[in-house]
């Protein structure tokens, strides 16, 4: 008997993991119903109140059905709910305003998206879009809301929810230790209280691969074959393009742990929440000390970058804004023999022993340091002025110059990630879906964290916190 239990949970098993898969027609349909695009490149056009036409990416079903298609409220217009079930009810369907109509068919929920027409002859609300569809794009469309409300988001079953871990590459095994135990950490400690609303975390590790031309793919294998309810990215040094691009593909929400450049520019993500602006924000800073402080001084500027692709990125940003004030004699170099006393330098290679620099002349050299480059202590020369921006992972009175105190940012920084999922986990309540869990981010207003400072997220913002400081590190 206990065999044929066993067998039967077995099954069942199976075939809820099954139900997350959608067919290809149906995943066509998704691309449509979310963002308003077909994926044969066919352009979609919508109108509102015979208004002019519009691409329907500014007025997708979702932004008004929400991605469970049961509707948002919003003023006084109350969006249908598209569930296939309440769209076919066999004895009808009633809506608040009064209007009532037979149960949908294929054909019919077809003209209605596309002529706003009810199986009763209504003319829909005007604040339904009227698409322009082609036959192939409408059936994709149909076939994907008669799944809404149905499916199983990936990496979640009755009790437990996965969550994937990307992991620094080989090379920087000390942090990728660091942020792997305190990540474990905390959500043991969740487990061991009954985990959330009695499921239980499952977290699945991987590493960035050394192979640079590998990196984006790898990171969209790892969430697509580990079906992964949700992704911290706990160091993502030169693949954040790649990693946002991949939580978008998989409409996977995802915390950034450690964001070098987050990518936080047009067109905006909404799956990705970075703990921090990251190495911009720094650089920002920066930027706007030296203005401050030395651009009255005639000092070759120097930008010292590595050939990673955040680094060249940040030089060639940085090139452009600096540019603007016509620096004395501006170099951009992955070279650090061009360093001479008296330059003022910004330092964008993950490199931190700063070399020595000819001490003829009585001006020091000037170094200026993205915070985020820390990944050990920052070794200076005796002659010379080191700044570093500090975002806010670092806490007060802290900086780089010690091994330990890199090690505990690293650990927060990781510990904050988890504590953010199980906060909003919490929140989106035992009916836990991914857009649930969006939800709950977007509502995060000054949540305490191991962070020093507070996360605060919302609709269209990413960035949970934004505090950057100055210090001067004695040699």
């Not at 969430?223 to 949700?230: A, L, N, P, R």
């Not at 680094?311 to 004699?329: H, I, V, Y």
């Not at 001490?359 to 920052?378: D, N, W, Y």
Request: proline share 6%.
């Amino acid at each position: 008997m206990r065999h044929v239990a066993r067998v039967l949970l077995s099954f069942l098993a199976v075939s809820w993991v099954a139900q997350d898969r959608l067919a290809p027609q149906e995943e066509r349909g998704r691309q449509i119903f979310e963002h308003g695009t077909s994926p044969s490149g066919t352009p979609i056009e919508a109108a509102i109140a015979g208004g002019d036409r519009l691409p329907a990416s500014i007025l997708p079903c979702a932004n008004c059905h929400g991605s469970d298609g049961k509707g948002k409220a919003e003023s006084s217009v109350v969006p249908s709910n598209l569930t296939w079930g309440a769209l076919s009810k066999p004895y009808g369907v009633s809506h608040p305003d009064g209007r009532t109509h037979p149960p949908y068919t294929e054909r019919l929920l077809t003209r209605a998206i596309t002529m706003g027409i009810d199986p009763a002859g209504n003319t829909l609300s005007k604040a339904m879009p009227r698409f322009q569809l082609s036959m192939a794009d409408a059936a994709d469309l149909v076939a994907y809301i008669k799944k809404l409300g149905q499916q199983i988001d990936p990496g979640l079953t009755g009790t437990t929810v996965r969550v994937g871990v990307i992991l620094p590459a080989a090379s920087q095994t000390n942090t990728s230790r660091i942020m792997r135990r305190a990540l474990v950490d905390c959500f043991d400690r969740v487990n061991a209280g009954g985990g959330i609303f009695g499921r239980r975390i499952e977290l699945i590790f991987t590493e960035i691969p050394l192979d640079g031309a590998r990196r984006s793919e790898a990171i969209l294998d790892f969430v697509q074959k580990e079906g992964v309810f949700t992704v911290v990215g706990a160091d993502l040094d030169g693949v954040e393009a790649g990693f946002a691009q991949a939580m978008l593909d998989t409409q996977t929400p995802a915390i950034a742990s450690v964001p070098p450049f987050s990518q936080t520019d047009s067109p905006f993500n909404k799956f990705v929440f970075y703990l921090d602006g990251g190495f911009k924000d720094e650089i920002d800073a920066l930027l706007g000390f030296a203005r401050e402080r030395f651009e009255a001084k005639e000092r070759r500027t120097v930008i010292v970058h590595s050939d990673d692709e955040n680094s060249r990125k940040a030089a060639k940003w940085l090139e452009a804004q600096l540019a603007e004030s016509k620096p004395f004699g501006l170099v951009v170099s992955e070279d650090m023999k061009p360093l001479l006393a008296g330059d003022l330098v910004f330092w964008l290679q993950p490199v931190l022993h700063i070399p020595s620099i000819a001490t003829h002349g009585s001006t020091e050299t000037v170094f200026l340091i993205p915070g985020s480059l820390a990944r050990t202590a920052i070794t200076t020369p005796s002659k010379s002025q080191v700044f570093v921006a500090l975002g806010p992972a670092w806490r007060a009175e802290t900086a780089p110059t010690d091994s330990a105190v890199v090690d505990h940012m690293t650990w927060d920084r990781a510990s904050a990630s988890a504590e953010i999922i199980v906060e909003a986990m919490t929140r989106a309540g035992r009916n836990l879906t991914r857009d649930a869990l969006m939800q709950a981010l977007e509502g995060f207003r000054k949540v305490r964290t191991s962070l020093p400072e507070s996360i605060s997220f919302g609709p269209t913002l990413r960035v949970g916190a934004s505090h950057v400081r100055i210090v001067m590190i004695d040699p």
